[in-house]
């Protein structure tokens, strides 16, 4: 069981957490039960009138903390923190942070004046850019001063960017006065157990106080000021996010008891990521073949943990340069000698006048939703369908709407749809089937075979011969939606699917789980 030294004061715990605690209330079903008309929870597409204003505020247009808004507005890193205060098995120091990163990439290391530079160019180009994170390669507390530097800078030449920050929580409780003095209000933890001694196998050593630690006692440690910092941010109205990776064998049920803890503390969402070992990253648990696990696996620990603390499923275990949306990666286009060789304007008016535009777009995708789940099921034509429930995969170039080609697709978003939602529960790496201008054959059972468990994929177009093979795998390819909002076509898709099963012409079957283990197909990456 966890044991938590605490230094805060209640009073200061009860004030910061009530505003946080009214929205973790508001959306306690969690993000998939309260379905209906954008009822659902803060880690999807709650709403302004689902939580406080000022949350709201906070939420909106950060593509990490709302799902709707990871459609729409996009994120940047920058690396500026190398040093690490821990060593977790699921990490080698030649790569970035595999708490906030995918492993397997090394980021370009930056000075905090070399970072503002990078941020203020990436802002001009890029205005839907709304947040900027650090989150490594090391980790961003065990840096203080190159870390602060660069929020001190970003808090006062571009005062409309959200800052964020990741950490493995040691430093934390140190930092908390200077997190809020740069307002910093947004900050990612990573807690993979709130038990020292699930914590001594994932956590060979730490470095605290100017001594190093081993064992049960470092975890012991690590775990206190883990559970204080988290604490201590609810009290100051900081918005938390705790990430735990999935170790199966290891922290997999324990996960349930994670995310109870960190929500009883006033945790604002939990993102339980899959943990990813590859033998050639040199980890500990890469070498001595600690697994990472399935998409079915990773998906029913955090369907074990609906109810408690929001759980974000949009995660793209993005790198510590990453540049884009989720899940797309401009940081080639911003690399230093590139920025040297442009002009910088930081245009406040037009970058404000663009995501009020981009508001507009999420506002009528939100709508879209709305009126596809009051109109689509024609109850007199569904009968026995009530139940009914299925994946289906979307191919997606961003904004919401599925406007990707079949053969262009690097990833399927998967929804899962019934009579009350279309719920995102996250996404599968696949290989490119379309290689400059033929389909290459040889990728589709992989492709196939990463979305087994879902009834339809929903494309812009796809050519006959994947078409054929989706089918012959009970896979309905759907075309007709193109360009339409995903939830709309997803939910349209399946009442008209409900049709068909109510009036006999085909007849439903549960499909099987995919195939897919983490990194099987994708060289590497995650796949959830
Ligand atoms: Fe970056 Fe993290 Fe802030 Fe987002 S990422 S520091 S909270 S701005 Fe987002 Fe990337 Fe997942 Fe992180 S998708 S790895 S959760
Ligand atoms: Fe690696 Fe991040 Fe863990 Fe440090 S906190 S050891 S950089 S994964």
Known sequence: MSSTT??????????????????????????????????????????????????WDKVKNHPCYSEEAHHHFARMHVAVAPACNIQCNYC?????CSNESRPGVV??????DQAVKKVLAVASEIPQMT??????????????????????????????????LSTNGLALPDQVDEICKYNIDHVTITINMVDPAVGEKIYPWIFYNHKRYTGYEAARILHERQMLGLEMLTARGVLTKINSVLIPGINDEHL??????????????HNIMPL?????HGT????????????????????ACMGGANLMRHCRQCRADAVGLLGEDRSEEFTLDKIEAMEIIYDLDKRRAYQEKVEEERQAQHQAKVNALSNAFDASLLAGTEELKVLVAVATEGHGRVNQHF????????????????????????????????????QLPSIVSAINDCHAVLVSKIGACPRDELKAAGIEPVDQYAHEFIEKAALQWFADYCERVASGALQHHERGDARIRQGAFTGGQAVA
């Open 256 to 269: 349930i008891e994670v995310n109870r803890e960190v929500k009883k503390r006033g945790a604002f969402l």
């Open 107 to 112: 980021s370009q290391k930056l000075t905090p």
């Open 276 to 280: 990813i070992s590859e033998p050639e």
């Open 92 to 96: 080698n120091r030649k790569y970035d």
């Open 284 to 303: 500990v648990f890469g070498l001595t073949g600690q697994r990472g696990p399935t998409a079915q696996e990773l998906k029913a620990v955090q369907d």
């Open 6 to 55: 605490t230094f805060v004061s209640i009073g200061d715990l009860r004030k910061g957490r009530q505003a946080i605690s009214e929205l973790i209330e508001t959306a306690s079903g969690g993000c998939s039960t309260t379905g209906g008309a954008g009822k659902s929870s803060c880690g999807s597409s709650a709403g302004p009138d689902d939580m406080p204003a000022e949350i």
């Open 131 to 164: 947040v900027l994170g650090i989150a490594g390669p090391g980790d961003s507390l065990a840096n203080p001063k190159k870390t602060f530097d660069t929020m001190r800078q970003l808090a006062e030449k571009a005062p409309d960017i959200k800052l964020c």
């Open 407 to 442: 053969g262009h697709a690097t990833e399927f978003q998967i929804f899962e749809v019934d009579r009350r939602q279309a719920l995102f529960v996250g996404h599968r790496r696949v290989d490119l089937y379309c290689q400059g201008g033929y389909g290459e054959d040889e």
